[in-house]
């Protein structure tokens, strides 16, 4: 089992709609977990950096952590065209020495006007 | 601006034909790192620094090497390319938590190389 799983897609969604994004991780010394957006051609951005389990809004994009079910999910409220990217999901552990990201394989999103 | 310049974007050599990609970041921060991405493979890591001659393996190293002279640069070199590493590759730095900052919650990844080894 791959320690980060994430649906390669793509998902197409109409402009407008609720987009959900979803990794599960196997590992569960994960402790960080990140989204990062990338557009074709370029590199990847941080979208969300949350720590542990709950819940992280920014503007229409939220972030989930579930650490019982190893399960995160990005949000993507009122969808737009530019949304339309590769999302990929990344992980770390805490303590000394963790400074290796583990990324999922990315979800490729297109958001239909 | 804060940014992350990689050089050259794109890159097509021959097997064997030794060649550095270079990378450099203008925001001061002690972690840098280069991954490659490969379709259906994801985003691996390469190699990483936490700071000047400070280096560490990291998924896929092999035919890879790192240097870490300067706090702002870390250029990746092909001592000998082959084929597999046709790929597209990515560096990337971050402020650690001795800059009062969780890793990672600060990463900013270069444009890419695109390289081709025929």
């Known amino acids: 089992q791959k320690e980060v799983e994430q649906d390669p897609g793509p998902l197409s969604v109409p402009e407008g709609a609720i987009v959900s994004l979803n990794c599960t991780y196997s590992n569960s010394a994960f402790q960080y977990f990140m989204w990062y957006r990338q557009y074709s051609r370029k590199g990847p951005e941080l979208l969300m950096y949350t720590y542990s389990s709950g819940n992280k809004e920014d503007g229409r994009f939220t972030a989930q952590v579930d650490k019982s079910s190893k399960y995160i999910s990005l949000f993507i409220r009122d969808s737009q065209p530019s949304d339309s990217a590769t999302y990929l999901c990344?992980?770390?552990?805490?303590?000394?020495?963790?400074?290796?990201?583990?990324f999922g394989k990315g979800t490729k999103l297109s958001v239909i006007p | 601006e804060a940014q992350v310049t990689q050089n050259p974007r794109y890159l097509i050599t021959v097997t064997g034909k030794k060649l550095t990609v270079t990378c450099s970041q203008n925001?001061?921060?002690?972690?840098m790192s280069w991954y490659r991405q490969d379709p259906g493979l994801g985003l691996r890591q390469i190699y990483y620094s936490m700071n000047v001659e400070v280096t560490d393996k990291g998924d896929v190293p092999e035919g890879y090497k790192v240097s870490r002279k300067e706090k702002r640069n870390f250029p990746l070199i092909l001592e000998s390319p082959s084929p597999n590493q046709t790929s597209l590759y990515f560096c990337?730095?971050?402020?650690?938590?001795?800059?009062?900052?969780?890793?990672?919650?600060?990463?900013?990844f270069g444009p890419g190389t695109r390289l081709l080894v025929l």
């Open positions: 990344a992980m770390r552990h805490s303590g000394a020495g963790s400074y290796q990201l583990t």
């Open positions: 925001m001061n921060h002690e972690y």
């Open positions: 990337a730095s971050s402020l650690t938590r001795t800059s009062g900052r969780a890793f990672g919650e600060t990463q900013y």
